[in-house]
């Protein structure tokens, strides 16, 4: 069975050269929502980091991060999977305060991929971190950032909107949050991405609250590692995708961990080892700012926002043979 969708009847709303435009207006737009609604300030970011720095994001544990080696500094390097715990340090280093934030530009190499029509080897997202207070730490503040970051995207699609008309689609602003606890309890026959369509397809936009932590029936609606997001504390923004009629996850976003929180999820995840990290000390011992914060996939917010079948219309990648043949005639990739 294809792992590529091509829907039935499907034409690209925009051409080669207007979906190029459209591309760069959406990433000048969305970035002006950030600055004046989040209060981010855009920086610098690594592509890459020391291997034994613990400041790359582990992801789920079993992606594989591309090494190389450095003969000039005889260590080696990782390209970053995520800024999760980079940001975190920057907004320390760069003496941020309560209410604002940073954002950048991040792009990864996720090596072990399952290319489909939503996934790719190529990743590249807004990461974003903002200093809270420690009276922020809460469901409801959580509630409020995923609250704006909707809007944010919303004002996005109605700029892409004005200037090119052929764009139809439709976003539902008002979110629909539940945990994955109720979520499986709503959906007890269904494994976790089944319980996310389902749900999805129902309320076109969803954020699934407190992913990592085991559920009652003995395992986490999706694996987190254990360092930055407070599982308690976080979730996952989906939107319908009405072209290939599936959920779309577009961002992965939450309240990062203090001190009892990732003493606690390290001995959870049997990871206690990552003490030794500068990173993990200095939330142990209180050294950082509390943060949230968050990535938003690019290439996923304009496959979105403009309707595209593929993310291979947005992003310039690597495709296997059965992809290349699914798409010829139907699909274009970049």
């Known amino acids: 069975m294809t ?10 709303l925009l051409g080669a050269y207007k979906t190029q435009t459209a591309i760069g207006l959406i990433k000048r737009s969305f970035e002006e929502q950030l600055t004046y609604r989040m209060d981010l300030k855009r920086v610098s ?49 760069y003496d941020f305060r309560v209410g604002n934030g940073l954002y950048t530009d991040m792009n990864a190499i996720r090596r072990d991929e399952v290319l489909d029509n939503l996934h790719s080897i190529y990743v590249d997202q807004w990461d974003w971190e903002r200093v809270i207070s420690r009276e ?9 950032v995923v609250k704006t970051l909707v809007h944010c995207i919303h004002a996005t699609l109605e700029q892409v909107k004005l200037k090119y008309p052929e764009v139809t689609t439709e976003l539902d602003c008002e979110v629909s ?14 494994d976790s991405k089944a319980r996310e369509e389902a749900y999805v397809k129902e309320h076109h936009t969803t954020f699934i609250l407190q992913i990592g ?24 923004l989906i939107f319908w995708h009405e072209p290939l009629q599936c959920a779309m996850e577009l961002s992965s976003m939450g309240i990062r961990v203090d001190s009892d929180a990732m003493t606690q999820q ?11 990290f500068s990173f993990h000390q200095k939330v142990i011992q209180d050294e950082l700012p509390l943060t949230i914060g968050g990535g938003l996939g690019q290439s996923r917010m ?33």
């Open 177 to 190: 949050f539940i945990t994955s606890q109720e979520l499986l309890d709503l959906y007890p026959e269904l």
């Open 136 to 144: 922020d730490r809460s469901i409801d503040y959580l509630k409020d």
């Open 3 to 12: 792992k590529t969708i091509v829907p039935k009847g499907y034409t690209s």
């Open 266 to 276: 390290l001995i959870k995840a049997n990871a206690e080892d990552r003490k030794v």
């Open 213 to 236: 932590e085991k559920l009652r029936h003995g395992k986490p609606h999706d694996f987190r590692a254990p360092d930055y997001d407070d599982w308690a504390l976080n979730g996952d």
């Open 45 to 93: 970011a690594p592509l890459f980091v020391a291997d034994d720095s613990g400041l790359n994001d582990n992801l789920s544990g079993v992606e594989r991060p591309v090494r190389f080696d450095v003969p000039a500094l005889e260590v080696s390097g990782e390209v970053v999977h995520s800024l999760a715990k980079w940001k975190r340090m920057a907004l320390f280093d």
């Open 302 to 334: 304009c496959m979105l926002l403009l309707g595209k079948a593929h993310i291979g219309e947005v992003q310039v990648s690597l495709w296997d043979k059965e992809t290349l043949d699914a798409c010829e005639g139907h699909i274009n990739l970049l």
